[in-house]
């Protein structure tokens, strides 16, 4: 006597009863592999719904609302490039616990304007507007301000490389005033300088860290944060170019 599977009812015969029947191709062959197709059509559709439609979850990213990263409705992958770090497009996963948006944006390749592998954050609290995106890995163009996901003493942490120019070609301090002439001293609070000088006003090529000495021990140039400007000291390096690393945090923050 014939029988059927289980789980999808396949049609089996039964070889010490049935053998002397006539096969049915439509009964065991045609109506076993329809219910197969389907079965698997239905495992297919249950995979792909695991991740919510229109989320970006378990497929390519998808097109934020407006092309805006401020209205991603929740948890996903988006693209967008209204409200981005550049304004470029930048690619978007937004976490969301019901409360509070967690944001992190990747830089896009050459869209975004800045080098692939960017990456950059922020938050969202209910009922509050977003915050700030702070920088993961800044690009540190020169003379650029870029606010970093860093903290110290429970601020955020701001970060520029400042182009000091030319060396003194004679012994003498050349004055720069990062944030200006009239900055007002506790506005900006910077806790580290990092100095070097380069043969290429751009940076790069040849570099020397300072306090840089010569061989009998002599200063041969120095930089100097003062708090307010870069004291920038040469007894004479023409062709040589400074740079200074500020990380500081704001009083206004």
Do not use: C
């Not at 960017?118 to 650029?144: C, S």
């Amino acid at each position: 006597m014939s029988t059927t599977t289980d789980k999808l009812a396949l049609f089996k015969y039964d070889p010490s009863t049935d053998g002397a029947q006539t096969f049915n191709i439509k009964q065991a062959l045609n109506d076993n592999w329809d219910k197969l197709d389907d079965a698997v059509k239905q495992i297919l559709i249950t995979l792909a719904n695991k991740a919510p439609g229109g989320f970006g979850l378990g497929a390519i990213w998808n097109q934020a609302p407006e092309n805006d990263a401020n209205q991603i409705p929740g948890t996903g992958w988006f693209v967008a490039h209204q409200n981005t770090p550049t304004g470029g497009w930048w690619i978007i996963q937004d976490i969301f616990d019901g409360s509070v948006h967690y944001q992190f944006a990747f830089a896009k390749r050459s869209n975004s304007g800045v080098l692939g592998g960017t990456i950059v954050q922020r938050n969202k609290q209910e009922q509050n507007d977003w915050g700030p995106w702070e920088w993961v890995n800044p690009p540190m163009n020169l003379n650029t301000e870029y606010r970093t996901a860093e903290r110290y003493m429970g601020r955020s942490v701001y970060k520029k490389l400042v182009a000091l120019g030319e060396a003194p070609s004679t012994k003498g301090t050349k004055e720069i005033f990062p944030f200006g002439e009239d900055y007002s001293v506790g506005t900006y609070n910077v806790f580290s300088v990092d100095a070097h000088l380069s043969n290429y006003a751009n940076d790069g090529g040849w570099t020397i860290t300072t306090p840089h000495f010569s061989i009998n021990g002599e200063l041969v140039t120095d930089i100097r944060f003062s708090g307010v400007r870069i004291d920038f000291y040469s007894s004479g390096m023409t062709g040589y170019y400074g740079f200074a690393l500020l990380k500081y945090t704001k009083e206004a923050d």
